[in-house]
Every structure is written in structure tokens, then in C-alpha cells.
């Protein structure tokens, strides 16, 4: 039931038509997980609070940093250096009260991905790594759960809702459009390429407003379908998805490290550094104010600005890349590695890892 205040609240949604009342209630039973409190998570999650969604769960083990500033609208320079997931909470809380959350100040992965998963209606991937996407999808077959499903690139963003059974028939998944992953060349990230700050903001909206519509059943949502959007010609497209009838039962989680070719650059153990500490240059590639908060030593080059500081390093030194907890810091290994340096390794686990 709804109080007379939360009857206030929502009074602009109730009175839409195909909503009313019955609509909110379903809102405020609802149980939804966003996965990834960054670019598509924040606005998913103030959209998501704000319409009355009564449980919302936020998984992100990462720090809010200075160039996160631009596009996750949640935070502010009073966070930096502090957890998304439990900041992300706070924030919410003021734009309303009465939706619970439960906060995973942690990375989402293999020994606690299902535990997570099985608790929430509806899920929601705002994530920006492959390994983590076939991790969600594969949790959410096994666990028969809907994935809200939204990445962005550049200048382009894509939505859909995953794995929803139709007529008796399994849902389109995440693996059926991408059977396999691109190559590392294929798929840079953000802080390699660039994102315009306010797309995930339109893309999180979009998430967010599928997500109503699969919970209060109205409307037809993205299910078994991808809409992509231009957002330099203002243009989207709607395609209709199908089911690969080729693709092998999900079951069981996999490496997705190794499915993704992610482990495919040298590494090297705390313990290897530290015994051979004199023999490498070490690259921290995080932000400044992450490596001023906790550092390892070695020069400060954060990612978003590799590129364009390759010339600075010298190709006869052996250098170990480093961030916080060793994802990051694959791929400026592979930058460097593509761009002629011969001897570059990642720090595996990172800062978090090196004691």
C-alpha cells in the first residue's frame, strides 16, 4: 500500500493513462540491481529512485575520480576518493526516501556474482568491460533474470532488454548478438577514445525508462530488440534481435578474463616486482588524485592521456603499468605493447593487491 505521502509524491505518473496507482505499487515492490554506478548508472539510478522503485541494490568497487566529474552527474568533487556505490546511495536517499538500497562496495565477479544476482527482480548493466558484460548475461540466464542491458561509444549508445521469455521461448541474450568478444584493438574504452558526457546521460535514461516499463508492464519495451542512437545526427534505429539457435546452454560461469583475451598482455606478481623492484620503470595510470590518495611509486600517466605521452617514456626501459586493481593498467600494457614498447607489464591486482 502507498501512503498519502508517497500518493503525493508520484501524483504526476499515477494519472498517466495505463499507470494509475497500480502501476506505482508495482514500482514500490520492485526489486532492481544496478550493476556499475558510473556514466549509465547515475542516471539510471536517480530516474529509478525518483519514480518510486522501493529496493535498489548498487554494485561498484571503484573510487569517484576527477574525470568522472563530466558525465556521472551523481557526484562531485566533495566525493573524490570515496566509493561510487556507497556515495551513489546517499544521494539517492535525498532524492527519496522511501526506497531502501543495498550497497556492494565491491567488483562484480565469479564467487559473488549469483549470490548478488538472485536477490532482484531486474538487473542492470551500466558496466563499460566485456569481461563483466558476459559475467551479467551469464548470471542472469543461469539465474533467469531480465538484464537491462546499455553500453555507449563515442558519439553512439545501445539499449535492450536481455533474456526474457517470449511465447514460451527463451530470450535474445547478450551472447546471441556478440557470440564472441571483439579484440582489445577492437574495443578501446573511454579513457582511450573518449565520451561525450552527456550520452550515457541519454542512454541511462532510456535504461531507466525500459526498466519502468518491464516492471509496470506498460508499453512496449525493448525486449528481444537494440536501439541504437547517433547522438551527432540525432538519429535511432530499432532493430528486431533473434536468438542464435547455434549458441551453447549456459550453465555454469566461466573465466572471463581468459574468454576475453583480457590476460593476453604480460603480468607480473606483487612479489616478482618487489624482488625485481631495480630492473623496471613503473607507470601508475590512474587519475592524479588517485595516485596523490595511494601510490606504488614510479611516474603518474593517467590513461586518457597515454597517447599523447608515449614520446615522454623511453622503449629501452622495462615499465610495469599499475592502477588500482589491475584492469585498467591491461590495457595501457596493450597501448604501449602496440605502439613499440617491448618489455611492459601489468601489475596484477594492482595497488588494492600490493602489500
Same mark, same amino acid.
Given at each position: 500500500?502507498?501512503s498519502k505521502? $508517497? ?13 494509475d496507482?497500480?502501476? #506505482?505499487?508495482?514500482?514500490k515492490?520492485a526489486?532492481?540491481l544496478?550493476?556499475?554506478?558510473g ?11 525518483a519514480?518510486g522503485?522501493?529496493k535498489?541494490?548498487?554494485v561498484?568497487?571503484?573510487?569517484v575520480?576527477?574525470?568522472?566529474l563530466h558525465?556521472?552527474i551523481?557526484y %562531485?568533487e566533495?566525493?573524490?576518493g570515496?566509493n561510487k556505490?556507497? #556515495?551513489a546511495?546517499e ?11 543495498d ?5 562484480? %565477479? %565469479?564467487? %559473488?556474482?549469483l549470490e548478488?544476482?538472485a ?6 548493466d551500466g !558496466? ?5 558484460r558476459y ?5 542472469c540466464v543461469? /539465474?533467469?533474470?531480465?538484464n537491462?542491458?546499455?553500453?555507449? =561509444?563515442?558519439?553512439s549508445a545501445?539499449v535492450?532488454?536481455f533474456?526474457v521469455?517470449? =511465447?514460451?521461448?527463451r ?5 546471441d548478438i556478440?557470440?564472441?568478444?571483439p579484440r582489445a ?6 579513457? $582511450?577514445v573518449?565520451v561525450?558526457?552527456v550520452?550515457?546521460?541519454i542512454?541511462?535514461?532510456?535504461q531507466?525508462?525500459e526498466a519502468i516499463k518491464l516492471?509496470t ?7 528481444n530488440?537494440l ?9 535511432? *534505429? *530499432?532493430?528486431r /534481435?533473434s536468438?542464435?539457435e #547455434?549458441?551453447?546452454?549456459? !550453465?555454469?560461469?566461466?573465466d572471463?578474463q581468459?574468454?576475453?583475451a ?14 625485481n ?12 588524485d ?6 606504488i ?5 593517467p590513461?586518457?592521456?597515454?597517447h599523447?605521452r608515449?614520446?615522454?617514456l623511453?622503449k ?11 584492469n585498467?593498467s591491461? *590495457?595501457?600494457?596493450h ?6 614498447f ?11 593487491n600490493?602489500?
Amino acid at each position: 500500500m502507498l501512503s498519502k505521502e $508517497e500518493i503525493l509524491r508520484y501524483s504526476r505518473q499515477t494519472i498517466l493513462p495505463g499507470f494509475d496507482l497500480s502501476g #506505482q505499487e508495482k514500482l514500490k515492490a520492485a526489486k532492481v540491481l544496478v550493476i556499475g554506478a558510473g556514466g549509465l548508472g547515475c542516471p539510471v539510478l536517480q530516474y529509478l529512485a525518483a519514480a518510486g522503485v522501493g529496493k535498489i541494490g548498487i554494485v561498484d568497487g571503484d573510487i569517484v575520480d576527477i574525470s568522472n566529474l563530466h558525465r556521472q552527474i551523481l557526484y %562531485n568533487e566533495n566525493d573524490l576518493g570515496k566509493n561510487k556505490a556507497i #556515495q551513489a546511495a546517499e544521494k539517492i536517499l535525498l532524492i527519496n526516501p522511501f526506497v531502501k538500497t543495498d550497497i556492494y562496495a565491491e567488483h562484480l %565477479n %565469479n564467487d %559473488n556474482a549469483l549470490e548478488i544476482i538472485a536477490s532482484y527482480d531486474i538487473i542492470l548493466d551500466g !558496466t563499460d568491460n566485456f569481461p563483466t558484460r558476459y559475467l551479467i548475461n551469464d548470471a542472469c540466464v543461469i /539465474l533467469d533474470k531480465p538484464n537491462v542491458f546499455a553500453s555507449i =561509444n563515442q558519439f553512439s549508445a545501445q539499449v535492450s532488454i536481455f533474456n526474457v521469455k517470449e =511465447n514460451g521461448k527463451r530470450g535474445v541474450n547478450y551472447r546471441d548478438i556478440y557470440p564472441t568478444p571483439p579484440r582489445a584493438e577492437e574495443s578501446p574504452s573511454c579513457a $582511450e577514445v573518449g565520451v561525450l558526457g552527456v550520452l550515457p546521460g541519454i542512454a541511462g535514461s532510456v535504461q531507466a525508462l525500459e526498466a519502468i516499463k518491464l516492471i509496470t508492464d506498460l508499453g512496449d519495451a525493448l525486449i528481444n530488440k537494440l536501439w541504437i542512437y547517433d547522438a551527432l545526427n540525432n538519429q535511432s *534505429t *530499432t532493430l528486431r /534481435l533473434s536468438i542464435d539457435e #547455434q549458441q551453447k546452454e549456459i !550453465t555454469q560461469l566461466e573465466d572471463y578474463q581468459v574468454f576475453c583475451a583480457i590476460d593476453t598482455v604480460p603480468e607480473i606478481s606483487a612479489q616478482e616486482a618487489k624482488t625485481n623492484w631495480n630492473d623496471y620503470e613503473f607507470i601508475d595510470v590512474r587519475t592524479p588524485d588517485k595516485h596523490a590518495h595511494k601510490n606504488i611509486g614510479g611516474i603518474n600517466i593517467p590513461i586518457d592521456v597515454l597517447h599523447e605521452r608515449l614520446s615522454q617514456l623511453n622503449k629501452n626501459k622495462k615499465y610495469i603499468c599499475y592502477c588500482s586493481t589491475g584492469n585498467k593498467s591491461k *590495457t595501457a600494457t596493450h597501448i604501449l605493447l602496440k605502439n613499440g614498447f617491448p618489455t611492459v607489464q601489468s601489475l596484477i591486482g594492482g595497488v588494492e593487491n600490493f602489500q
